[in-house]
């Protein structure tokens, strides 16, 4: 999922006990669809607001249900989080019913005040997203002068003394200028940086040029272990999002301490998505038409949290979603196809997740690679999803025009 | 949806994995053979010594343990 920073935090890290008893620990709440940028990554399709988005009342009463579940933090996102009017009150709720609050923001337009204002609500950290230095960033987050902003807030937050942490998405263009974006990061004081792979969902299906292939996985984890080392040299630690795996040579690095592995995907297990007008899902970035639980307005979150089908699905750990490698992988039982929200938006059903550098690896000793193909575009509708063909290829010889 | 009757969800935890201490990749706890390499996973290699992952595997395992103990 997309999951924010501050994984490290001891307080989100799932115990063993978390998942026998499937403790909601971890939630990432879109307060509002609203936005300021128009990311053409965005899965969301963030821009305006949706038609029947939870009152501050109703918000609050969502916070004391989470609450009474065990859930430790809540991360609030959008859209953008601060568009909605009464975000510090629900900063300052959340902080009140002893749940951790972060927030995930593209900080364009977040003053300095503004944050200041948070951090007295009790906001305990804030996660910018920084997708390349700035032409490649403005491009992206389609508004000029949008990195310059982001970084302001970087700054904003070292002075006041905020903690935070940096977003990035992995594009097809990214990697050449990943070492000198962790100089600019390491400057603005961040303590944490987080990389995910962009998904194939929403605008980035529109925009499909952007995604990265499979097979570049070879180039990017190597890249992403030695940074993971060397901003670790400067009191940065780099965190892997759920879409960086699985089981390759890296992965004792930058998932240690913890588990020292990828667990599995944590969605209606371990975690929690809520959208902006009060449907509940196990992961925020699930496509709502496959997983969305119902509305936290008709139905108490714990019967929707216990009961609803749409949420069961990663709590036996079974196999039986599995299918094409991941089916018969050596790994499957732990890592049951990764990422539930890359494999399921790609290919329109979870199990089969391409992106995984094990796998990766395993059909390159057999001079083998996969890349993917659009064949279908994604409706103009949040979390939608269209639907792309897995090539398996010769790896060319090198030298060769990939 | 069901009835107002709301039973606490009960979950799997994720298996555990140790590194295979030939090869360095995971394997599954109790591996005597390592799938990967073929080698018996519980020799200590060179690699594995000299290279730092003895102290993560052996942080791992304190870890587990306290895990264990708490639950």
Known sequence: ?402 | MSDNTVQPPQGRAAPVLILCRQCVQYVFEGTVTCPHCGRDAREMSARYRDRGYLAIEAMLSIERAAERRRS
Not at chain 1, 188 to 210: P, R
Not at chain 1, 269 to 275: C, D, R, S, Y
């Open chain 1, 1 to 402: 999922m997309a999951e924010p920073a501050l994984d490290d935090a001891p307080r989100r890290r799932v115990s063993l006990r978390d998942q026998l008893d499937c403790v909601p620990v971890y939630v990432v709440w879109e307060i509002t669809l609203a936005c300021n940028l128009k990311c053409i990554h965005c899965g969301s399709r963030a821009g305006h607001r949706r038609a029947k988005e939870l009152s501050t009342a109703e918000c609050i009463d969502v916070v004391r249900q989470l609450a009474e579940l065990g859930t430790r933090e809540i991360s609030i996102i959008g859209g953008e989080a601060f568009v909605r009017r009464d975000w510090l009150t629900l900063v300052r709720a959340i902080h009140d019913h002893g749940i951790d609050c972060t927030m995930q923001t593209g900080g364009y337009k977040l003053s300095r005040e503004m944050i200041e204002a948070a951090a007295g609500a009790g906001l305990l950290g804030l996660g910018v997203s920084v997708d390349g230095l700035k032409p490649l960033h403005d491009r992206l987050r389609g508004v000029s002068g949008s990195y310059d902003e982001a970084v302001r807030v970087l700054n904003d937050c070292r002075d006041i003394g905020l903690i935070s942490s940096v977003n990035t998405q992995i594009t097809s263009t990214v990697m050449p200028e990943l070492a000198a974006l962790m100089d600019v990061i390491i400057d603005a004081g961040a303590k944490y940086w987080q990389v995910q792979l962009t998904v194939a969902m929403g605008n980035a299906v529109d925009h499909d040029e952007i995604l990265l292939q499979p097979y570049e996985l070879t180039t990017l984890m190597p890249l992403l272990a030695d940074l993971h080392r060397r901003a670790a040299e400067r009191n940065l630690t780099l965190l892997p999002g759920n879409n960086i795996g699985y089981f390759g040579p890296y992965d004792v690095l930058w998932r240690s301490p913890g588990r020292g592995y990828y667990g599995g995907c944590p969605a209606g297990q371990n975690a929690i998505g809520l959208e902006a007008d009060g449907t509940l899902k196990g992961c925020p970035s699930l496509a709502t038409e496959r997983y969305g639980a119902g509305d936290v307005r008709d139905t108490p979150i714990a019967e929707l949290w216990a009961n609803h089908p749409a949420l069961q699905f990663n709590r036996n750990r079974g196999v039986e979603d599995l299918w094409g490698f991941c089916r018969g992988c050596y790994y499957a039982e732990v890592c049951r196809g990764g990422c539930t929200w890359t494999a399921d938006s790609l290919l329109g059903r979870r199990g089969n997740n391409p992106y995984c550098h094990h796998r990766v690896l395993t059909l390159a000793e057999r001079g083998i690679r996969e890349r993917i193909v659009k064949v279908e575009d994604a409706p103009a509708l949040p979390f939608a999803t269209g639907r792309f063909a897995l090539i398996e290829e010769p790896i060319p010889l090198e030298g060769a025009d990939a």
